[in-house]
């Protein structure tokens, strides 16, 4: 009875082997050193609602379900950027790694699905994880939590930008996320100003960077205004830049002096958040920005037309929207050909 038994557990054995399939199955461990490379697309294949409960971080979703899976993923991902993608268990994503190597994509798979990456002790997240590269190899990892809420860490540096507990999500900071090195407000309106959220992000150690009328609010904190420049650390700084209204009847939503937008430098790595704007002209004169985070809200910050302004006066290599509420971004990839545009759950 044993050598069958054996035989079998072989066959299963030859079966997962990266040869015997047109896609590269990966365990836990392979996949995590693997798509750690800066052109890996990490792609979660299960269904929405499964993504919102908890999903890889650096993870976009993409249901395989979905009659129109292909055409979304040619949307999303050039063919020359390697995909790494999973599902619970492994089996829609084997079957997802299969029609899309036939499109033309190199695909790594998961075998054991998120399911065997918990198993193993791997992180989960319930946000998206946004994964950039400084010039030494360094890895920058944002984390899109809602609206204007960012969180960036770089090199054992944890830094917050706008967090606030309750809007399209409630986030639990004390349990969520571990102390905040530094804490940056760009301006005191209730969606980027909460006092709660920067209690729970805080402690004795942390830097809470903010602007006038926000520091005034909460008596807490240090000002920084527009044009001013502070070393967070050894390799990252930081440079506020003016965030305000230009369209007339709009000058009283965001008025010009008032908030800032941030400009964060990494080892060469430079990433603008924008906080609540316009296209304003000054963005002509922010050199060298690799990515960016520009407001879409019409009427409070930019129309579409005004965000395609700013990428083309900017000359923004990758841009990611937010703060957008209902806007439609839709068409903002054919509008920007020259940049790549990452549309994330930011609403």
Known sequence: MKRPIIFIMTLAAVAMLPGCTPYMNHDASS?????????????????????????LPRAVNCDWKSEDFLQEMEAMFDKSEPLYIYCRSGRRSAEAAEA?????YTVNNLIAGIEGWKEAGKPVTKYEVER???????????????????????????IHVDPVSRLSKEVDYAAEF????????????????????????????????LNAASRDRIGAGQAIGNGERCQLSDGVLLEAVPAYNTTPGREMFHPKGNGNGYILSF????IYIAGDTEDIPEMSGFKDIDVAFLPVNQPYTMTLEQCVNAAEALQLKVLIPYHFSSTDLSALPELLPETEVRLRQMQ
């Open 31 to 55: 996949f995590e050193k693997e798509s750690a490379a800066a052109d890996a697309r990490i792609v979660d294949v299960r269904t929405a609602e499964e993504f919102a409960e908890g999903h």
């Open 100 to 104: 899309l190597t036939k499109a033309g």
């Open 132 to 158: 950039f590269m400084t010039d030494g190899g360094q890895a920058v990892d944002i984390t899109l939590i809602q609206h204007g809420t960012l969180a960036i860490d770089c090199d054992g540096i944890s």
């Open 178 to 209: 571990p102390k905040a090195d530094v804490i940056l407000v760009t301006h005191e309106h209730g969606d980027h100003l909460d006092k709660a959220a920067i209690d729970a992000l805080s402690d004795e150690n942390t830097l809470l960077l």
């Open 267 to 270: 080892d060469g790595l430079r």
